[in-house]
């Protein structure tokens, strides 16, 4: 049988699998609970893959698996952070009771959560608002990745890649809500594992084993044209892919701060995420669900960072180029490296996983934006379910066609683009609402003043950040170079400080908004305390 007739045969059957659990998802969906929550009665074993799957997507994989690329081991320690904080202290420390207080408060999105907790509408409408401008960044960084492996492994042009993925996901997101996304990413997430498991297997095969393999990996830098091909990126602070770089170097900054300081902190508020914890029925759920998130966090970060870092090793003595020369990219490495390395039958498994990881990840994206719009922005009564579902239909209509503008823009502007765009949501995530997230679960006496005054000034200060100090997204917004009048000119920051041009804004924005947070906290806690009857009510049981 033809290989490419091969793939097409098993992209179907994966996507007639995709669409019944879609079907399963709409014909369950009787209200707004059921749309946005499951009924409060999602299996802890779907709930646990959901979460793995929507956490780790195509950005993790592709962007970051390419960043490792280049940087290098010094990726894992992301890993760590995914583990420990992404799932330990999310579920045992904010699942637990993000379950507890959304089911006394009746919430069925995470703006709602915060907005019911801290009696303001203007929490829940400016956290909607927020999610439904940015979360279309982040979700283009994974469709470019779904995009960029369609179009290397079925040689699919790029432009109707992202439109038929996009087309695909939209009918079973705006129809089965999130039991059939849920539904999905069990499914999708199953698939993830089952692929980074033969990918981390066949890597090592070939490279003669681990120590082999790590130890060539070693050597490589030591290289003298391999040296030659590094010596812009030692000039950032590179000092081989098994070591850190050196301390406070660009790459140090980039690595530490942006990535796995950024990443890893900024999961703790991911409005994706969070919700995830009031789809359960009891705190019995959350605890099964642990360790099948571990193991699936472990696996599907660990592997590709550890593919990413050896591509090195298999590229050079290929071609004797290093990863991001013969790939001719970031973004490039790992879909370069499988079509060149791994069987034609293993591109057709990691292509369908791959469609799985950015399917899972895209369609709980798509449902959290519309929702947002749909229960947040327009806030709707409880019992209004039609309406509500239509607004939010239309809301994750309106969120896949400024995702897919987006797709075609950023690739364009951005070498990496999609760990930056990751970055960048994870950490105003964080900035804006983990402290807020915090208070909500765990000071009862925290005042709606404090709550709006953190979430604006983490929001803020995130964004001026962005656009005015921190050099990948300030020299794509461009306005410092329109504010001094030199238009083209290298001037990507206000100041020419190394550590201050890379230092990620969460690393500004969170202790700003925890600062502003407890200020307000203490010059408001006796003269506007929210009702005791809210508080009880939010904290029963716990």
Same mark, same amino acid.
Request: net charge positive; hydrophobic share 55%.
């Given at each position: ?139 283009? $960084?994974?469709? #470019? !990745?779904?995009?960029? =492996? *369609? ?9 109707? @890649? %992202? ?125 099964? $669900?642990?360790? #099948? !998130?571990?193991?699936? =966090? *472990? ?9 990413? @870092? %050896? ?145 604006? @000034? ?85």
């Amino acid at each position: 049988m033809d290989q490419q007739f091969a793939t097409y045969i098993i992209i179907i059957v994966y996507l007639g699998i995709v669409s019944i659990l879609g079907i399963l998802g709409w014909r369950r969906t009787k209200n707004t609970q059921d749309y946005m929550l499951g009924g409060r009665r999602i299996h802890p074993a779907v709930m646990a893959l959901s979460y793995g799957a929507t956490f780790i997507s195509t950005s993790a994989i592709i962007g970051f698996g390419g960043y490792a690329g280049v940087f290098g081991f010094s990726l894992l320690w992301l890993t760590f952070l995914n583990i420990f904080l992404g799932v330990f202290i999310a579920f045992v420390f904010f699942g637990k009771r993000t379950r507890r207080i959304g089911h006394n408060l009746n919430a069925h999105t995470f703006p709602e959560f915060l907005g019911k907790r801290f009696n303001s509408i203007f929490i829940q409408k400016f956290a909607g608002v927020a999610i439904f401008v940015f979360m279309p960044v982040y979700t283009a $960084a994974v469709m #470019i !990745g779904v995009a960029k =492996i *369609l179009e290397t492994g079925l040689g699919i042009p790029y432009n109707i @890649a %992202l439109f038929v993925f996009a087309a695909i996901v939209a009918a079973y997101v705006i129809f089965g809500g999130i039991k059939g996304v849920m539904y999905s990413d069990a499914f999708q997430g199953s698939l993830m594992l089952i692929g980074m498991i033969a990918l981390v297997i066949m890597l090592y095969s070939q490279l003669g084993g681990i120590t082999s393999a790590h130890q060539a990996l070693t050597a490589l830098a030591s290289k003298p044209t391999v040296m030659e091909q590094t010596a812009n990126l030692k000039v950032g602070g590179f000092t081989g892919w098994t070591s850190m770089p050196a301390l406070f170097s660009k790459n140090w900054m980039t690595v530490v701060t942006s990535i796995v300081a950024g990443v890893g902190i900024g999961v703790l508020a991911q409005p994706q995420l969070a919700v995830r914890f009031m789809t359960v029925k009891s705190d019995r759920e959350i605890n099964r $669900a642990i360790p #099948i !998130g571990g193991i699936f =966090i *472990l696996f599907m970060t660990g592997v590709a960072f550890v593919v990413g @870092a %050896l591509s090195n090793v298999l590229f050079f003595n290929e071609s004797g180029m290093i990863s991001v020369a013969a790939a001719g990219g970031t973004d490039n490495i790992i879909p370069m490296f499988l079509n060149t390395f791994t069987s034609p039958w293993f591109v057709t498994l990691f292509l369908v996983m791959m469609m799985a990881a950015g399917m899972s990840t895209i369609s709980s994206q798509f449902h959290t934006m519309g929702t947002a719009v749909g229960r947040d922005i327009f806030t709707q009564k409880t019992d209004d379910h039609n309406k509500g579902l239509m607004v939010s239909r239309i809301g994750v209509l309106i969120a896949i066609i400024v995702t897919v503008i987006l797709s075609y823009v950023l690739p364009q502007i951005w070498d990496g683009a999609i760990a930056i765009a990751t970055g960048l949501f994870f950490g105003l995530c964080g900035a804006a609402f983990l402290p807020m997230f915090v208070g909500a679960l765990y000071a009862k006496n925290m005042t709606k003043a404090a709550a709006i005054s953190g979430l604006i @000034a983490g929001f803020s200060s995130s964004i001026l950040w962005m656009v005015f100090f921190h050099t990948k997204e300030a020299s794509v917004f461009g306005l410092v170079n329109a504010i001094l009048g030199t238009p083209g000119a290298p001037v990507n920051s206000l100041s020419s400080s190394m550590i201050i041009q890379n230092l990620d804004p969460l690393f500004i924005a969170l202790p700003v908004s925890i600062i502003v947070t407890v200020v307000v906290q203490l010059f408001t806690r006796e003269k506007q305390p929210l009702s005791s009857e809210l508080v009880d009510k939010s904290f029963n049981g716990i």
